[in-house]
């Protein structure tokens, strides 16, 4: 049976990615920092920054889903290390990495990283798959909830986004899993457009005060680049997100 790794295994993405997994009959293995039970996946304690654990992690699996991020500088450097220890271990596992859509873009310095991840990604020597989506709802709902102290919801003006569903990431994710090495495939968006405000108003009955900011990384987003309409996917609206948590 094919073993399957998945890094953040215990994250948003990565707890969806896990179950869908799982409910393809495939066994699968969880690296996380910290000890505990993932279900019915294997857990395996250790930490990309640091290298502990991660050869035990990869040693004997076919895929490697990678979801762990640390949000900064470090996901060069651990993404290369993952890579690394796959190599060292004698296989080549095909390398499966979730990016975001824009960051060749949009100049923001998290995607900034994620592009020079891609790039470890592209020359580690092992089969890779990359996958850009939107922003996934959970993302969204956190911005406006971030806000919930004031009395208006804050948004950009101009600005749109494209939400997805985690559990269709997780869905795609799977799916690229068994087809093995795809290279970089078609970006993944979410169902529905819809501007800051929109999705603000959704989220809280109240005022919204739009901010005018200016700047490379607002002009993109307001030409936008974060949206890929030509590959909306059907799932869950961000309504519907909201009914269901």
């Known amino acids: 049976m094919e073993k399957i790794l998945i890094t953040g295994g215990t994250g948003t993405l990565g707890k969806a990615v896990v179950r869908r997994v799982l409910e393809g009959g495939r066994e699968v293995r969880v690296l996380s920092r910290r000890p ?4 019915e996946a ?3 304690v250790g930490d990309l920054r640091t290298g502990d654990g991660v050869a035990e992690a990869v040693s004997g699996v076919d895929t490697i889903v990678h979801c762990a991020t640390t949000l900064g500088r470090d996901d060069v450097r651990t993404t290369r290390l993952l890579a690394e220890a796959a190599r060292d271990g004698g296989a080549k596992p095909h390398l499966i990495y979730i990016s975001i859509a824009g960051i060749d873009t949009i100049p923001l310095s998290y995607y900034r990283t994620k592009l020079a991840t891609e790039h470890v990604v592209k ?3 092992l089969p890779w798959t990359i996958l850009r989506t939107t922003q996934f709802h959970d993302l969204i709902a ?3 909830s971030a806000q919930r ?3 208006v919801t804050a948004v950009l003006s101009g600005v749109r986004f494209q939400p997805v569903d985690v559990r269709v990431v997780a869905e795609r994710m799977a799916a690229l899993a068994e087809e093995g090495e795809s290279g970089r ?6 169902p529905e457009i819809r501007t800051m405000a929109d999705l603000a108003r959704a989220y809280r009955a109240r005022p919204v005060a739009p901010l005018p900011l200016f700047g490379k990384t607002v002009r993109a987003f307001r030409a936008g680049d974060n949206l890929v309409p030509g590959n909306a996917v059907d799932g869950p609206t961000f309504e519907e997100f909201l009914a269901g948590r």
Not at 36 to 39: D, L, Q
Not at 185 to 190: E, I, M
Request: proline share 9%.
């Open 36 to 39: 505990g039970s993932s279900g």
């Open 42 to 44: 294997e857990r395996v």
């Open 123 to 125: 020359n580690s020597g």
């Open 142 to 144: 956190r911005m406006f």
């Open 149 to 151: 102290a004031l009395p």
């Open 185 to 190: 495939v078609p970006d993944l968006g979410g």
